[in-house]
């Protein structure tokens, strides 16, 4: 098992990241979403920054409020003000900001640009080895 304690966001960070521009349909968000992949994502502008984030439940409160998502864009449904780290960023204190602000994957930066995500499962992936094995 790695120590936790040792590592950073770049060990353990998934990439390539896929966000979406401002302008984004948010049904086109809708679609990635039940392609199994994301439950979240990040929203870039156009110099790859994070300005917000568009989770499943922002699309479905949208569509609670009848709005039709094939209408609105990600700018429009996305949570403003998003929590990010760096990739030098200690995986502890990823954990610690996951608790703090309830969320499940954090957007990943360097110098300020996208450039992965780590989620949850991300870190329990990086340190425990698997002990269950399938075979076909």
Do not use: H, W
């Amino acid at each position: 098992m790695r120590d936790l304690k040792t590592l950073k966001a770049c060990d353990v960070m998934v990439r390539p990241v896929v966000s979406a521009r401002l302008n984004a349909s948010s049904r086109d968000v809708a679609l990635q979403f039940l392609s199994g992949l994301y439950s979240g994502m990040p929203i870039t502008d156009d110099e790859g920054k994070v300005v917000g984030v568009v989770s499943e439940l922002d699309l479905l409160n949208a569509v609670v409020e009848g709005r039709e998502l094939a209408k609105l864009t990600a700018e429009e449904l996305m949570s403003k003000d998003p929590v990010t780290a760096d990739v030098e960023t200690p995986v502890t204190d990823i954990v610690k900001l996951m608790k703090e602000k309830n969320v499940i994957r954090l957007p990943i930066t360097s110098e300020g640009k996208l450039v992965g995500v780590v989620a949850r499962c991300d870190i329990l992936t990086s340190i425990i080895e698997p002990e269950f094995v399938t075979y076909m």
